[in-house]
């Protein structure tokens, strides 16, 4: 199974910018990872997903332009570039995994990590 360990949520000020980190047990060069947030009393909210090759990517309008998604298979990991910060985007930050194809739906990712709190100063 895979067990996935995030990393990087801190306090940012505005227009600031952070890198996640999410590390994964064993091998996962076969699984879509993907990024959710969820702000407090709001729905779990897709951020961003990528392939298992990391050819491809997708981003909720969001925060397209702002975060970049990226993996590195050989050391098991994937990554949230967040630039140009906005407080809109504080909220707590998931990472998930999937064996086979991406996807933009919570509900297709069996493992999570724990999540790693983001906040943005206004």
């Known amino acids: 199974q895979v067990h996935l360990v995030e990393s990087g949520g801190e306090l940012v000020q505005i227009g600031g910018s952070l890198r996640l980190s999410c590390a994964a047990s064993g091998r996962i060069s076969s699984h879509a990872l993907g990024w959710w947030r969820q702000a407090p009393g709001k729905e779990r909210e897709f951020v961003a997903v990528i392939n298992w090759s990391g050819s491809i990517r997708d981003y909720a309008d969001s925060v397209k332009g702002r975060f970049t998604i990226s993996r590195d298979n050989a050391k098991n990991t994937v990554f949230l570039q967040m630039d140009s910060l906005k407080p809109e985007d504080t909220a707590v930050y998931y990472c998930?995994?999937?064996?086979?194809?991406?996807?933009?739906?919570?509900?297709?990712?069996?493992?999570w990590g724990q999540g790693t709190q983001v906040t943005v100063s206004s």
């Open positions: 998930a995994a999937r064996r086979g194809d991406y996807s933009e739906y919570s509900n297709d990712y069996g493992y």
